[in-house]
């Protein structure tokens, strides 16, 4: 039986459906198997080796195969791999609930389980609005929520998130949302602060508060970087203001940290930037450093103690899923926070990321790249037509698929969110492979940008 590349490829194409993916592109988009990962790299079948820059969507940590992370996996597979988590419980969930909370921000004691990102937020979504109609105010049941947030892909996470690519078809199933305009600094003004025009644009968040509270349930945001969104940046102070803002109007504040959790902004969790505690708190994706699917919603006592109630009121939240806090997934996730505890995760990643944005910022310089911004491990640069007056290329254009192609060839994973080049590597990753990874950039962003 033939065994390179081709003839996974092959078989692939036959049966599976590809997520966010045009079927039709691999007719000449090559595929890509894989057949292991170790580290920041993954290894196709002919042995072909690719740095992997996205950390496989935003998920891996602690690179492929971690050592640490596997035995944890592996010796809970051996007591207990799955068990109903209603009536039921065991030690990995009960171990993580601990370490989760000892690790969020104080006050958020609580711990509801479900098993990918978009599940954690119809958790917070419906935990919120079902919070107020328990204390008796029923009216409370719409969102605010951001210009261009993402939130993930079932029904009530698509309609609180607001990118059109995502959202545009499916609008006639989706409930409606107040939306209110990013506080994004990609848009502020020249000789403005990141900080300033956050600031200004908050004023627009106050006005939704002021004449949508009594209606509203909670306001839902991606603390810091909107990623899906092109990695759009802003200023701390804005999840400060909103804190205030949400107490003073009696509305829930979620903070989507599904992506920017887990250190990825240079803190564990992106709220302490702004010394804040959101109601209901989101995570997935690096929870478990990225080895096996589960999410977690955070919440607190107040929460809590307005779901807790005689049965036959009917107060409770009976939100399932059949895997909801999966043994293997917890153990994977335990391991995880373990390496926080035992190693200066934080503090390597404050050196990884100086040297990454010092490298990065060199793309500055080039004709089509209007800014390179950095929070963290997140660092992006935006392609631009005209680079004076910013005018984005026509997304038709697929540029960033001519430099994803490239990288790819060079060995390098690199996924551009439309003109958005972007590293979200893993914190193993070293200088020189930051060095590649801004090379291989370099070049990718030359040639998608020459005719
Ligand atoms: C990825 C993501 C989600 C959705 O998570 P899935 O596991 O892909 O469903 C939600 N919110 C944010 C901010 C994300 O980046």
Known sequence: MRTDNAAYVERDLAHVWHPCTQMKDHEHVPLIPIRRGEGAWLEDFEGKR????????????????????????????????QVILAGF??????????????VAPAGLTRCFYADNGSSAVEVAVKMSFHYWRNVGRGA??????????????????????NVDLYKDIYKPLLMDVITVPSPDCYEREPGESWAEHTRRKFALMEAALARHAHETAAVILEPLVQCAGGMRMYDPVYLTLLREACDRHEVHLI???????????????????????????CL?????????PLSAVLTSEPVYAA????????NAFLHSHSFTGNPLACSAALACLEIFRSEDVLGRNRALSAHLGE???????????????????IVAAELVRDKATREPYPWQQRRGLTLYRHALARGVLLRPVGNVVYFMPPYVVTPEEIDLMVEVAREGIELATCA
């Open 140 to 161: 409370k049941r719409r969102f605010i929520t951001l210009s261009n947030s993402y939130h993930g892909e079932t029904l009530g996470a698509l309609a609180v998130g």
């Open 307 to 314: 779901f807790y109630d005689e049965y036959v009121k009917l």
């Open 359 to 377: 490298r990065a910022r060199t793309l500055q310089d080039h004709p089509h790249v209007a800014e390179v911004r950095q929070r963290g491990m």
């Open 255 to 281: 903070a989507d940290e599904i992506a920017v959790g887990f250190g990825r902004t240079g803190t564990m969790f992106a709220c302490e930037q702004a010394g804040i505690r959101p109601d209901l708190m």
């Open 89 to 102: 419980t065991h030690e990995p969930v009960i171990r993580l609930s601990e370490a989760l909370t000892a």
């Open 284 to 292: 997935s994706k690096g929870l478990t450093a990225g080895y096996l």
């Open 50 to 81: 690719y740095l992997d820059a996205i950390s496989s969507w935003w998920v891996n940590l602690f690179g492929h195969a971690h050592p640490r992370i596997n035995a944890a996996v592996r010796a809970q597979l051996e007591r207990l791999e």
